[in-house]
Each structure stands twice: as structure tokens, then as C-alpha cells.
């Protein structure tokens, strides 16, 4: 299993560009969740779902926006992007919660 | 709400030695769950250990233990015989689970340094 799979694992974007963070995940798990993580810092949910079809906003929603067609795919969409939201990206999923998330390996996102 | 808190913003310990981490949580529920995560330098995320509320007794996984007091919401993480690869950020989480709208709630974090 290759567990929680993101990319790219780096990019650097231009203020008012726009792009994909893709996630995946082979373990078949209902619930997938979007973090960010800027320098020193906890994490700050963006967008969570708790299966295909459904998602809904965490703490710090704006200038992102998610969907779910599949139960493998969790991709996250920067529109407008800003230097604000120069941060690192982590995607993690579970498939009942009360074994924890699994994460992946995270993007690093810089916007000049 | 629930709220976590990790009151140690960083630490450093010399190899071998023990440290222990701390972390407190505020719930009303009866029925939880308590977790540490591990994030080294590489920034992946990794859980170390996870706990159930209704179990008594504390979990371990090789060098890492936990000290879990219920009714004084404490959940500290003993680390044994500490290792330069112990170097990291370590996150305290907390969730409860009543549907399926519930979340892990991370603390801020506690950075910790294995000195040689």
C-alpha cells in the first residue's frame, strides 16, 4: 500500500495564480481531511470530508475549495493565490477516526 | 469546546536520558480518544501512541509510554533512553467521538531536542 500519496512535494506560485494539491489513498478510508502548517506552527484544518460526496469547511476555508467524487481522491484548489497562504500542505485520512489519521509526506507552497 | 495544551513550547535532553512531555485537555465527554504524533525534521507526521479513555491502563510502544490521568485531563509522554532520532515536533491530539463531524484537535505543539 502506498498509504497517503500528494504531490507535488514542492511549488512555488505566483500571486494571483491558481492550482491543484492532489491527495490519494489506497486504504479505502471514508474520512479525509486537509491541514496547513505554516513555519513553527500547529496544524489548522482547511476542509474536511467523511466520504464520497460530502465535504465540509474546517477553521481556515478561504481561498481553498475542495470536492470528493471519489473515495480515493481529495484534491485541493487554490484560487487567487496569495503570500498568505504560503505554507505546508498535509492531506491525512482514516477509516474510522479512533485509530488516528494517517498523513502524507506534505507540499510545501511558497507564493511570490 | 475541547481544547489541548501543550504547556512545554520546547525542550532539550541530553541522548539516553528521559524526558517526559506534557499535555492537557478540556472535555466534557466521558468517552475519547488521546493520541501523539510525532513530526521529525522530515515533516512527516507519524503517530507514536494513541490511548482510549475508557481503558485504565496506560499504552506503550517500546521506549514511548504515556501517563494518562483522567479526571485531571493530563496526558503526558514518557520517552526512554532518548535518541538523536527523538529530535521533533511532537503534537498532542484529542477526539471524541459522537459523529460523524468529529474531529482530532491538535495542541500547538513541543519541539524537542536530543542533544549528544
Known amino acids: 500500500n502506498a498509504g497517503v500519496t500528494q504531490t507535488p512535494k514542492f511549488r512555488i506560485l505566483k500571486i494571483g495564480q491558481s492550482m491543484t494539491l492532489q491527495c490519494t489513498q489506497d486504504?479505502?478510508?471514508?474520512?479525509m481531511y486537509w491541514y496547513r502548517q505554516d513555519p513553527g506552527m500547529g496544524l489548522k484544518l482547511i476542509y474536511y470530508s467523511v466520504g464520497a460526496g460530502i465535504t465540509d469547511k474546517g477553521e481556515v476555508p478561504n481561498g481553498y475549495n475542495v470536492s470528493r467524487s471519489t473515495t480515493e481522491d481529495f484534491p485541493l484548489r487554490l484560487e487567487l493565490a496569495a503570500p498568505s497562504q504560503t505554507s505546508v500542505y498535509f492531506c491525512a485520512s482514516s477509516y474510522d477516526r479512533v485509530d488516528g489519521y494517517t498523513f502524507g509526506s506534505g507540499t510545501r507552497l511558497t507564493v511570490v | 469546546a475541547q481544547t489541548v495544551t501543550q504547556s512545554q513550547p520546547e525542550m532539550s535532553v541530553q541522548e539516553a536520558e528521559t524526558v517526559t512531555l506534557s499535555c492537557t485537555y478540556d472535555?466534557?465527554?466521558?468517552?475519547?480518544?488521546l493520541f501523539w504524533y510525532k513530526q521529525p525534521p522530515s515533516r512527516q507526521m507519524i503517530l507514536v501512541i494513541r490511548q482510549e479513555a475508557y481503558k485504565q491502563q496506560n499504552a506503550t510502544e517500546n521506549r514511548f509510554s504515556v501517563n494518562f490521568q483522567k479526571a485531571a485531563k493530563s496526558f503526558s509522554l514518557k520517552i526512554s533512553d532518548s535518541q538523536l532520532g527523538d529530535t521533533a515536533m511532537y503534537f498532542c491530539?484529542?477526539?471524541?467521538?459522537?459523529?460523524?463531524?468529529?474531529?482530532?484537535?491538535f495542541g500547538k505543539g513541543t519541539r524537542l531536542h536530543i542533544l549528544p
Open positions: 472535555t466534557s465527554e466521558n468517552n475519547y480518544y
Open positions: 486504504m479505502n478510508h471514508n474520512y
Open positions: 491530539a484529542f477526539m471524541k467521538l459522537m459523529n460523524r463531524d468529529d474531529k482530532i484537535i
